[in-house]
């Protein structure tokens, strides 16, 4: 579907009213992940240090085989979800958003049963590749993971149609983590081993969909979408729902083969320690994703009301706004794993780990351009501009696996995360240059350019003297702190923090403070 662009005939808008309202929505789904970030960080940790290094490679093989089933499985519908959704609201087609919902629903949960069918009667093949007594085992009780994860991805882009970031927050980024925390915790006072953490996951995934159950009939119920969801009222957009979300699912497999197929690939060249090798530092690295993703929840409905409005200047501004945000969000969590690699990974995961710093500084370079380029896709996506996404992702996922099977014989877990690293730049490269091919989005903002400059400027300076002088680790948290806050000095006035975050000028300090610097910028 490529919805027309039509004027709006509502009066002028307030510049940035929807980057402020996607911010203030955004940072509280950040302040929950980082919480969960935090939990699940601890969670790796313990379980890394618990298991085997071949235990744990196992367990993150058959997690990535899992999340692209799950990828599969959500078949794209969760991108239908955030675009269709609200244009139909803002249309007045009720029964077609309900509709939309609901097929969106059975299609994944269905999807999901049949993919986790086909991979347990095909589960020797499946788990040949790693070379552990528990192999079948882990995959048979893992794989009924991708259902529940591709389920729990419709409702959460749901609940960001509806406004209701607490929700979210609550299953997705307290209940769950908090849970997983408490497996890893019984697992390892009861001396219990892999298998144990496997079905426990299973179990914690299925407790945090049913947290959902007493919040989405109120929530369809308020929305007047609850009565066209029944039979005789039903109206399921169907082939608008497929011809969008279907070429998008290219979408979530370039995602997934980015973050799985390397160690994938690694376990079937290079063995199951290898694979605990690259994956046990990925969750580090990953928290940069979890900033574009927690700001991405509410991002693509605001833009698709944009969209169908015809605000394209208030698009844009809400593009490079939240591109700006997510970039100064992730840099500390980039600074940290380039700057202090070989401490920060010996100090998580001990010394039997020492190899995996280079994988995380490699990493690090990848994802956080990755978050720093915002959301050029989902513009995209919003734009109706999937053959171009389709095209983008075949070259993406083509070159990350094409460079993982030409590197991983040789430099095993090293050479899968230059892969990615590579790919993710290939990837947003090729989409920006789309920016300015197919929408109305620049392709570079002046100011955001500035941004970026200064982040890649201190980082640099702060790689040079850790490597002059390897200070104690508690004076390298005092470097990453001042590189963290020579960013900030640079572009706070471009975030205008005081016009998203109005309360911090009632602040007695600190707004005195912001309204100097920005008053001095």
């Not at 279907?246 to 979408?251: E, G, Q, S």
């Not at 995961?349 to 994988?359: E, L, N, Q």
Request: glycine share 10%; with cysteine.
């Amino acid at each position: 579907m490529t919805a027309g662009v039509t004027a709006s005939s509502e009066p002028p808008r307030d510049q940035g009213a929807s980057a402020r309202t996607q911010i203030r929505g955004s940072s509280l789904l950040l302040g929950g992940q980082s919480f969960s970030v935090l939990v699940n960080l601890l969670v790796q940790i313990l379980i890394v240090r618990y298991l085997t290094k071949s235990g744990y490679g196992a367990f993150a093989y058959m997690l990535a085989v899992v999340a692209i089933a799950q990828t599969v499985a959500a078949f794209g519908l969760r991108h239908g979800i955030g675009r269709f959704m609200p244009i139909y609201e803002e249309r007045g087609d009720l029964a077609k958003a309900g509709g939309a919902l609901l097929f969106s629903l059975l299609t994944v949960l269905s999807l999901g049963v049949v993919l986790a069918g086909a991979v347990i009667v095909l589960r020797g093949v499946v788990a040949g590749g790693v070379d552990t007594d528990d192999a079948v085992t882990l995959l048979t009780i893992m794989i009924f993971l991708a259902p529940l994860f591709a389920v729990g991805m419709v409702l959460d882009g749901a609940f960001a149609v509806f406004a209701r970031p607490r929700a979210i927050v609550f299953r997705r980024f307290l209940l769950i983590p908090i849970l997983r925390l408490a497996v890893a915790g019984v697992m390892i006072a009861s001396g219990a081993g892999v298998i144990f953490l496997a079905a426990g996951y299973v179990v914690v995934e299925l407790v945090g969909l049913a947290a959902y159950a007493p919040l989405l009939l109120p929530a369809l119920r308020r929305r007047g979408l609850l009565r066209h969801m029944r039979p005789g009222a039903l109206d399921l957009p169907v082939r608008e729902l497929l011809g969008f979300s279907a070429p998008l699912l290219t979408n979530d497999l370039s995602a997934a083969a980015l973050n799985f197929a390397g160690a994938i690939i690694v376990g079937a060249l290079a063995g199951a320690q290898e694979v605990a090798t690259l994956r046990s530092v990925f969750p580090v690295v990953l928290t940069m994703g979890y900033v574009l993703t927690s700001f991405g929840i509410l991002f693509i409905p605001l833009a698709s009301r944009l969209y169908a409005r015809g605000e394209t200047a208030e698009l844009n501004h809400l593009y490079w706004q939240t591109a700006s945000w997510t970039t100064l969000l992730a840099y500390p969590i980039f600074a940290t794993s380039v700057i202090l690699a070989e401490p920060v990974t010996e100090l998580l995961f001990g010394d039997r780990y020492s190899s995996s710093a280079p994988v995380l500084a490699i990493l690090a370079v990848g994802l956080f351009l990755n978050t720093a380029a915002g959301h050029n896709g989902v513009v995209l996506g919003v734009f109706g501009r999937v053959k171009f996404i389709m095209l983008v992702n075949a070259i993406t996922v083509a070159t990350n696996i094409g460079l993982a099977f030409a590197l991983v014989p040789a430099h095993g877990a090293l050479g899968a995360a230059i892969a990615i690293a590579i790919a993710y730049m290939v990837m947003n490269g090729l989409r920006q240059v789309g920016l300015v091919r197919q929408t109305t989005v620049r392709a570079v903002e002046p100011a955001y350019v500035a941004v970026l400059v200064t982040a890649a400027l201190v980082t640099v300076a702060g790689l040079a003297v850790q490597l002059a002088l390897s200070p104690p680790l508690y004076l390298g948290v005092v470097l990453i702190g001042a590189c963290c806050t020579a960013v900030f000095l640079s572009v706070h006035r471009y975030l205008r923090l005081l016009d998203t975050f109005p309360e911090l000028g009632r602040l007695p300090l600190l707004g005195r403070l912001l309204r100097a610097a920005e008053g001095a910028g």
